[in-house]
């Protein structure tokens, strides 16, 4: 392919990348360059990759160690992708904005997601950056929220799984199996030491230490945050799309503005404990 080239979408996340091939091994300075366009842009964007599911886990091994989910939809036999395979998504978790697996002690690093199906129409998935969404919050909540820690519990992504027919877990093991976890409402990326806002509306229930009306106040305005389009981005899928995030810094929104069947594959990537 031609040189690598990687052209931002916008000011604040996301970037368009051409010049690989990542059905085929990455040369070390193309891993280290694609690398150091995640940490700055937060998710990649990849077009005409027709790549089979074992090329896309290859690219991802080459990446770092893949994550198996705690829980993943019924579709697909292998554990290291997760298939999501949906006709009407409105109201089954990822029409929210969240991060991949949160309630994880040490939720995944990234997300590598590639698009198998498609509707004729919709099914865009849209990013927004958690460090730019930390930065355009006051002084002094940026000083209140930086001390406070949230909780994190997989009950509302699997029960609304279930309840859709695409998982065939059982509620009470998986809850016993993944108990709730607690994570700092504002953590410190490993890599860059950017400070990124990582509270999202699928999986943190609660400010610790806060009564009730606190929590009802000053969670949902955090969660409520994401909605500011001036750190987001929307990215509109072919079938030979590939998109590339990092977990740590971007959440993300799949649209759910499309009534024909839409199957993507994920593989996702181990991370570390927040703080």
């Not at 690989?20 to 964007?45: M, N, Q, T, Y």
Request: aromatic residues 6%; proline residues 8%.
């Amino acid at each position: 392919m031609n040189e690598l080239r990687v052209e931002p979408v916008t000011p604040a996340v996301g970037a368009q990348v051409s010049g690989v091939d990542l059905g085929k091994p990455l040369a070390p300075e193309i891993r280290a360059a694609l690398e150091s366009a995640l940490l700055e842009h937060g998710v990649l964007f990849f077009r005409d990759q027709d790549i089979s599911v074992d090329e896309q886990v290859a690219f991802a091994r080459q990446l770092g160690e893949i994550s198996i989910p705690p829980f993943a939809p019924k579709y697909g036999d292998d554990p290291e992708v997760v298939v999501l395979d949906q006709v009407s998504p409105k109201g089954e978790g990822a029409d929210e904005w969240h991060s991949d697996n949160t309630f994880m002690a040490e939720p995944p690093m990234g997300s590598i997601l590639k698009a198998v199906q498609l509707p004729r129409q919709g099914g865009d998935t849209c990013f927004a950056h958690m460090g730019a969404a930390y930065d355009a919050l006051s002084e002094p909540l940026r000083r209140l929220v930086e001390g406070l820690s949230a909780v994190h519990d997989i009950t509302k992504p699997l029960a609304k799984a279930i309840a859709a027919g695409h998982s065939e877990a059982n509620l009470a093991e998986v809850q016993a199996k993944w108990p709730p976890v607690v994570h700092p409402v504002v953590r410190t990326h490993p890599v860059t030491g950017r400070k990124v806002l990582f509270v999202n509306g699928n999986s943190t229930t609660r400010l610790v230490g806060l009564s009730d009306r606190e929590n009802e106040a000053l969670l949902r305005l955090l969660i409520d945050h994401v909605r500011d389009p001036t750190f987001q981005c929307r990215f509109r899928w072919d079938t030979h799309s590939v998109a590339f995030w990092d977990n740590r810094l971007v959440q993300h929104y799949a649209v759910p503005d499309y009534t024909e069947r839409r199957v993507m594959h994920r593989v996702t990537l181990v991370g570390d404990r927040p703080r």
